[in-house]
């Protein structure tokens, strides 16, 4: 959130592919080979104290319902779909040391990436921008992040705007079945797109052209995209914000401004603070954790128009050996039929 210093002085993927039984090669890569649909999900198994995923679950140990009605699991597999991924970087004061510190130790953590996993950089402030298309070349990433820490918008911090901005870049990944991913640095203090504020701190956004969380959320659903954060605590404008909460309090129901927590749960990821840790090895850990997710898929039983939202809850069996109470399955809260 960058209002206080303008004003103050202001992965679940949902894919949908060709399969018979998605059987694997002997290279563990998944050949889809007839026409009907098939809904790949992204989900993690997190603990719910310590926040530790665990890989060690089975086909056996899922259960998935589509609209409340129980799905029969035809793909289950680890690792096994590459990664694309977009980088958004947040533009403000509280982000950018650590956007620096990240381009300083990327190009390790980047090496944490298959060699067939690509990645996209972009930024924002009011309006989004590419800074790099996908590439799987880790040391152009890596340069792509320190040009983004050399970046400074004086504007405002329109969320939904960004994180629509990085799903349509997604829909550009090279591999139409990878798994789809938005890792976010974020202080997670939006700015409210109100009237007012596109006019005087948002005038980089096209007129008529800013896109609301709804809109958000749908383009998320549509390109099966998991929005992950890195979140960090900002000590320059968390002393104000409570006082700017409550002077925006009439505009936000009109204008929700977007929650990075928000977009995580309901597209299946999980937000992480960096808490002590280097920004590098935050974000190696990240990708780590989104390496080993599972992907569970199932023929949809239902005959659903085309364009219709269905509802997608994924948890866990009876058979499953961890206790439902402790554990918690990251998962999309559904998908848009086509």
């Known amino acids: 959130m960058r209002l206080f210093s303008g004003l103050c002085l202001a992965l679940l993927g949902v894919w949908r592919l060709s399969s018979q039984d998605c059987p694997l090669t002997s290279d563990s890569t998944a050949v ?21 995923a665990t890989g060690s679950l089975q086909k ?20 096994q779909l590459p990664l694309s991924v977009v980088l958004l970087f947040d533009l403000t004061e509280s982000v950018r ?17 298959k060699p067939e996993d690509e990645v996209a950089v972009m930024v924002y402030a009011a309006s989004a921008r590419l800074v790099d298309g996908f590439t799987r070349d880790r040391a152009q990433t890596a340069h792509a992040i320190e040009l983004a820490a050399s970046d400074k918008q004086e504007e405002a911090a329109f969320f939904n705007e960004a994180v629509y901005q990085a799903s349509r870049q997604l829909r550009q990944s090279a591999n139409p079945s990878s798994r789809r991913v938005v890792i976010w640095l974020t202080d997670n203090l939006p700015n409210v797109p109100s009237e007012w504020m596109r006019a005087n701190l948002g005038k980089t956004v096209p007129q008529g052209l ?69 920004a590098g090895e935050r974000l190696a850990e990240l990708i780590d954790d989104l390496r080993a997710r599972y992907t569970i898929g199932y023929r949809p039983t239902s005959t659903t128009p085309a364009g219709t939202f269905c509802k997608v809850r994924v948890a866990l069996s009876p058979e499953a050996p961890l206790r439902t109470r402790e554990w918690n399955v990251l998962a999309t809260a559904g998908y848009y039929r086509q």
């Open 210 to 278: 800013l896109h609301t969380e709804q809109e958000a959320f749908q383009s998320l659903y549509e390109s099966g995209t998991v929005v992950s954060p890195l979140l960090k605590r900002s000590s320059y404008a968390l002393p104000m914000y409570g006082i700017w909460l409550t002077f925006e309090a009439p505009w936000r129901k009109k204008y929700p401004p977007g929650d990075a927590y928000k977009y995580a749960e309901r597209t299946g990821g999980q937000a992480v603070k960096l808490g002590g840790k280097q």
């Open 97 to 113: 040391p650590v956007l620096k510190q990240l381009g300083a130790g990327a190009q390790e953590a980047l090496l944490h990436l």
């Open 32 to 52: 889809f080979r007839t026409t009907a649909e098939l809904v790949l999900l992204d989900a993690q198994v997190v603990h719910k104290k310590t926040r530790t």
């Open 60 to 79: 056996k140990d899922f259960q998935i319902y589509e609209d409340g009605v129980l799905q029969e699991i035809k793909f289950f597999g680890r690792d």
